[in-house]
């Protein structure tokens, strides 16, 4: 990028609190086709730099695919997925959750197709919905954030923080994002795009762009377990 930390950092409007983009970010699947500028784009990624992590290495390498770059990412990974090519990521995920958290899982997918018109018997919607993913929820951008693929956990944490820090960054702007699992799935299709060796492994991507409100995915929200069952404090 050709914008500095400190330029991005300069001319990056104050829209929210801190607080405020986190209360006001979440998961959107429905984009409007209108790109963000790319001043604005430059000035967000370059404040996400400021993430911190472990000895300050910045471990993240972030590609991010726009106009005729995303097309292709797009189409390549609709064939795919078409044509029944399993999954071959970089990086293991659990088989399956169990407990608490499979419950939150299931409470989220039903939230999610509740507002989609999605019953559970619904094959073919269930389909269709996951297509979606791939089809990057028509955002006009996709970022795919990854490591050199030898780093284990505790660099990914870091990966991790920084995620946060642009989704946060963007929220603060007016941009809507989600975060995806699924774009692990073709790892290749990436490296081909952006002139990568094998070395670098991706870890998720992050479909962004200004939300379409008319979307009923949109329309969705999921809770936060309380407090106590996170969070224990000793004194």
């Known amino acids: 990028m050709e914008a500095t930390i400190d330029q991005g950092a300069a001319t990056l409007k104050k829209a929210m609190t801190v607080e405020e983009a986190i209360l006001a ?5 429905g984009f409007q086709p209108t790109p963000v500028p790319e001043a604005v784009l430059r000035e967000v990624f370059a404040l996400a730099q400021r993430a911190p992590s472990n000895c300050n290495i910045q471990p993240w390498r972030v590609m991010v695919a726009s106009g005729a770059a995303r097309d292709r990412l797009r189409q390549a990974m609709i064939e795919r997925i ?11 995920y659990p088989p399956r959750f169990e407990g608490d958290y499979r419950r939150r899982q299931v409470e989220c997918a039903a939230a999610l197709y509740g507002q989609m018109g999605i019953v559970r018997d619904d094959m073919e919607g269930r389909r269709r919905a996951s297509l979606r993913n ?16 030898e780093f284990g956990a505790t660099v990914a944490l870091d990966v991790g923080i920084y995620l946060q820090t642009l989704m946060l960054t963007m929220t603060a702007r007016g941009i809507a994002c989600c975060p995806q699992g699924s774009m692990r799935s073709y790892p290749d299709l ?10 670098i492994g991706i870890l998720v991507g992050l479909s962004f762009g200004y939300e379409d409100p008319s979307v009923p995915a949109n329309r969705t929200r999921t809770t936060r377990a309380d407090l106590a069952e996170a969070v224990l404090f000793r004194s």
């Open 82 to 92: 078409r044509s029944g090519v399993p999954p071959c990521p970089d990086f293991d």
């Open 25 to 29: 970010r979440r998961s959107v699947r």
């Open 134 to 149: 791939f089809e990057f929820f028509d955002a006009p951008h996709v970022a795919f954030i990854g490591m050199r693929r």
């Open 190 to 199: 990436v490296r081909r795009e952006f002139g990568l060796g094998d070395e």
